[in-house]
C-alpha cells in the first residue's frame, strides 16, 4: 500500500524557516520522482518543488527559488523540503506526492498519483 505523510508544518513568523518531512512506503522510494505542492484557501493546488531520481536534478517554482531546497535520503524513504526566509504568501497546505519512474521531475500535479494528506504551515506575525 502505497503511503506518503507529511510532517514538520507548523505557525512561524515572517522570515522564520520550517522544515517539511515525507516519509514514503509502501514502494521503493529510489525509482520515483517525488514532488512538494501547496495549497492556499480558495486557491488551485500549485507545484512548489520537485526531484528526480537523480537527486542532481531539482525544479522551484519560481517564487520559491533561493528560499526553498528539496533534498531526498533514499535509504531512510523520506523527502524533505527546507523552507527559509518564509512570507505570509508562503501560507498553506503542504502536500508530497509520488511521480513518475523518470529521472527528471515536472512541476505539473496531474503527473503525480499518489499524495499524502498534508501539513499546515502557517507563516503570520
Known amino acids: 500500500q502505497v503511503q506518503l505523510v507529511e510532517s514538520g508544518g507548523g505557525l512561524v513568523h515572517p522570515g522564520g524557516s520550517l522544515s517539511l518531512s515525507c516519509v514514503v512506503s509502501?514502494?521503493?522510494?529510489?525509482?520515483?520522482?517525488i514532488g512538494w505542492f501547496r495549497q492556499a484557501p480558495g486557491k488551485e493546488r500549485e507545484a512548489v518543488a520537485c526531484?528526480?531520481?537523480?537527486?542532481?536534478?531539482?525544479a522551484y517554482l519560481e517564487s520559491v527559488k533561493g528560499r526553498f531546497t528539496i533534498s531526498r535520503d533514499n535509504a531512510k524513504n523520506t523527502v524533505s523540503l527546507q523552507m527559509n526566509s518564509l512570507k505570509p504568501e508562503d501560507t498553506a497546505v503542504y502536500y508530497c506526492?509520488?511521480?513518475?519512474?523518470?529521472?527528471?521531475?515536472?512541476?505539473?500535479?496531474?503527473?503525480?498519483?499518489?499524495w499524502g494528506q498534508g501539513t499546515q504551515v502557517t507563516v503570520s506575525s
Open positions: 509502501g514502494f521503493t522510494m529510489a525509482y520515483y520522482t
Open positions: 506526492a509520488r511521480g513518475g519512474i523518470q529521472g527528471a521531475c515536472l512541476l505539473r500535479p496531474s503527473t503525480y498519483n499518489f
Open positions: 526531484i528526480g531520481t537523480n537527486s542532481g536534478y531539482t
